[in-house]
Nanobody
Framework: QVQLVESGGGLVQAGGSLSLSCARS????????MGWYRQAPGKQRELVASISRGNIINYADSVKGRFTISRDSAKNTVNLQMNSLKPEDTAVYYCNAVDVLSSVYWGQGTQVTVSS
């Protein structure tokens, strides 16, 4: 059973930084892509950033130049460094993983709140 556990959310002022981490556990998992999604109140869940097994990275236009996704294969973690945060970045952030069989996994979510 694959589990994704996020950490690192919190409250920060606009212009500040936060770092999110997603730890993956479970055996028999070969990932195809991992990423971060977010969902603000009243809005649909949206992709923030993703990184593939071949290290192809995608970012939402709204976070390009401010957020950086990375992965640590030895630790089975995917991280999201968020700089120059804006109030509109406020959301619950979810870690996501898709394995080579196209099974999808989600973390429980972590709240990020950016005050103006």
């Amino acid at each position: 059973q694959v589990q994704l556990v996020e950490s690192g959310g919190g409250l920060v002022q606009a212009g500040g930084s936060l770092s999110l981490s997603c730890a993956r556990s479970g055996s028999g998992f070969i990932f195809k892509v991992m990423g971060w999604y977010r969902q603000a109140p009243g809005k649909q869940r949206e992709l923030v950033a993703s990184i593939s097994r071949g290290n192809i990275i995608n970012y939402a236009d709204s976070v390009k130049g401010r957020f950086t996704i990375s992965r640590d294969s030895a630790k089975n973690t995917v991280n999201l460094q968020m700089n120059s945060l804006k109030p509109e970045d406020t959301a619950v952030y979810y870690c996501n993983a898709v394995d080579v069989l196209s099974s999808v996994y989600w973390g429980q979510g972590t709240q990020v709140t950016v005050s103006s």
